[in-house]
Nanobody, 123 residues
Framework: VQLQASGGGLVQAGGSLRLSCAAS????????MHWFRQVPGKEREFVLA????????RYAESVKGRFTISRDNAKNTAYLQMNSLKPEDTAVYYC?????????????????WGKGTQVTVSS
């Protein structure tokens, strides 16, 4: 599975962005999809995850109520809707896929990664 994240950009605080993660190859619907983010000098951190079926999700506390994850298995695409953005949300955002479900949120538990997309939130 190859993943390609897109949709990043510059937005003012309080604004919204929608990231997409398009998958190519076989088996997208068999993988839980995750979003991570990373700022320079810090470790990559888990943000959200959605199960292979799309029926279950998992969120980091820092984004609950503001970010939403979804997927369209017919389009081999996962989405990250980010609302009420804050300057501290500024980071490079990565999508990742794992067959281990949403219980796995460690970086080392991901099988595939997309290249990151930069999100910058200005104050």
């Amino acid at each position: 599975v190859q993943l390609q994240a897109s949709g990043g950009g510059l937005v003012q605080a309080g604004g919204s962005l929608r990231l997409s993660c398009a998958a190519s190859g076989r088996g997208f619907s068999s993988y839980a999809m995750h979003w991570f983010r990373q700022v320079p000098g810090k470790e990559r951190e888990f943000v959200l995850a959605i199960s292979a079926s799309g029926k279950m999700t998992r969120y980091a506390e820092s984004v609950k109520g503001r970010f939403t994850i979804s997927r369209d298995n017919a389009k081999n695409t996962a989405y990250l809707q980010m609302n009420s953005l804050k300057p501290e949300d500024t980071a490079v955002y990565y999508c990742a896929a794992t067959p281990r479900g949403i219980a796995t949120i460690q970086v080392g538990g991901m099988d595939y990664w997309g290249k990151g997309t930069q999100v910058t939130v200005s104050s």
